[in-house]
T-cell receptor, first 112, second 116 residues
Framework: AQSVTQLDSHVSVSEGTPVLLRCNYSSSYSPSLFWYVQHPNKGLQLLLKYTSAATLVKGINGFEAEFKKSETSFHLTKPSAHMSDAAEYFCAGGTSYGKLTFGQGTILTVHP | GAGVSQSPSNKVTEKGKDVELRCDPISGHTALYWYRQSLGQGLEFLIYFQGNSAPDKSGLPSDRFSAERTGGSVSTLTIQRTQQEDSAVYLC??????????????FGSGTQLSVL
């Protein structure tokens, strides 16, 4: 069975500093991996997805993630945080249609 | 429509009552999904529709939960005899086609269900 683990429930950064949100996955076969963002009272929005075409995936709003099979990781990064990045972030994996397994979420706080 | 629409946005009900949650997917999207987001369980898959049929209902937590989709469009999630543990945000998502995990899912803003 596939599982997705987000290693931090909360991450706090200062505006302008790098962001690192960690995600590990387990699967017996290559998954498709996603990062979603959820702003308060809003639906989930897709940031980026890995589908085996390239290990470094670039997404919207300056976010990117690197798929590392040897480490079973898919960490999300951004070089410089902005106040508008404050939200909850979800890592998810899927193996068929849109049935996704989500991590528990990481709340990102950005301080001025 | 412009996006996935869910109604109501908030629903407060008494334990034991039945509730219906509605989802209007993006026009033309053939695949529709229901997820539940709760404090204890995080985001969980409930059911997947392809057109009007539901090939995967494996996430429905009990027989009190049912869902249908009509006309390949609107879907209704019904919870009978609600319990306090049903309190959660119920999210609907749609995608253009089905069969590929790489399809982008578009999520609605959800229905916040509170069972008193």
């Amino acid at each position: 069975a596939q599982s997705v683990t987000q290693l931090d429930s909360h991450v706090s950064v200062s505006e302008g500093t790098p962001v690192l949100l960690r995600c590990n996955y387990s699967s017996s076969y290559s998954p498709s991996l996603f990062w979603y963002v959820q702003h308060p009272n809003k639906g989930l929005q897709l940031l980026l997805k890995y589908t085996s075409a390239a290990t470094l995936v670039k997404g919207i709003n300056g976010f990117e993630a690197e798929f590392k099979k040897s480490e079973t990781s898919f960490h999300l990064t951004k070089p410089s945080a902005h106040m508008s990045d404050a939200a909850e972030y979800f890592c998810a994996g899927g193996t068929s249609y849109g049935k996704l397994t989500f991590g528990q979420g990481t709340i990102l706080t950005v301080h001025p | 429509g412009a996006g996935v629409s869910q109604s109501p946005s908030n629903k407060v009900t008494e334990k034991g009552k039945d509730v219906e949650l509605r989802c209007d997917p993006i026009s033309g999207h053939t695949a529709l999904y229901w997820y539940r987001q709760s404090l204890g369980q995080g985001l969980e898959f409930l059911i997947y529709f392809q057109g009007n049929s539901a090939p995967d209902k494996s996430g429905l937590p009990s027989d009190r939960f049912s869902a249908e989709r009509t006309g390949g469009s609107v879907s209704t999630l019904t919870i009978q005899r609600t319990q306090q543990e049903d309190s959660a945000v119920y999210l609907c998502a749609s995608s253009l086609h089905s069969g590929s995990v790489n399809e982008k899912l578009f999520f609605g803003s959800g229905t916040q269900l509170s069972v008193l």
